[in-house]
């Protein structure tokens, strides 16, 4: 083959002279060799370092803080539960939970007007009820129980026995 023709810088099907030229040639070489130095020199670019570790997220000021209130409150409480303790059995024997409590209600006035007032009538209506004479008579009832009792003796004398 021709040397002109052994380097195409563009396969074609139809070349002309413009495709052959040593210039081209020296052009198309000068960017192969350069990529090929390029892709000696390149290196992996997957990052295999474990991610950075932010002091923020481990070391929780905040809730350390927060802990650290707890416990003080905690150890106060119970200093103050020792020397309750402490003076209970240190000095004599006192009651000190007394309740002092006053209920403090906005109607008793109203309520101790209406219970006087409650007790009142029931006064008035036993009152009453003591003055009261009967309406029925006493002797009456007493003879018609007597007479119903000798009805019933009668009657079942006769059922019973006929011998007598």
Request: charged fraction near 30%; include cysteine; glycine fraction near 2%.
């Given at each position: 083959m021709n040397n002109s023709l052994d380097y195409l810088a563009y396969p074609v099907i139809v070349s002309n002279h413009r495709q052959t030229t040593t210039f081209r040639k020296k052009l198309d070489?000068?960017?192969?060799?350069?990529?090929?130095?390029?892709?000696?020199?390149?290196?992996?670019?997957?990052?295999?370092?474990?991610?950075?570790?932010?002091?923020?997220?481990?070391?929780?000021?905040?809730?350390?803080?927060?802990?650290?209130?707890?416990?003080?409150?905690?150890?106060?409480?119970?200093?103050?539960?020792?020397?309750?303790i402490a003076n209970a059995h240190r000095g004599p024997a006192q009651v000190d939970c007394w309740n002092e409590y006053f209920s403090k209600s906005l109607n008793r006035e109203t309520r101790n007007r209406d219970l006087v007032r409650i007790t009142m009538e029931n006064q008035g209506i036993l009152k009453r009820l003591g003055d009261r004479k009967?309406?029925?008579?006493?002797?009456?009832?007493?003879?018609?129980?007597?007479?119903?009792?000798?009805y019933i003796r009668n009657t079942t004398r006769y059922l019973l026995s006929r011998d007598e």
């Open positions: 070489l000068g960017n192969y060799l350069s990529h090929k130095n390029r892709i000696e020199i390149v290196k992996p670019t997957v990052d295999t370092k474990p991610p950075v570790a932010h002091v923020h997220h481990i070391l929780q000021l905040r809730k350390l803080q927060g802990e650290q209130k707890r416990i003080d409150k905690i150890e106060y409480e119970n200093k103050q539960l020792c020397q309750k009967s309406n029925y008579d006493h002797r009456l009832s007493e003879m018609d129980w007597q007479n119903s009792r000798r």
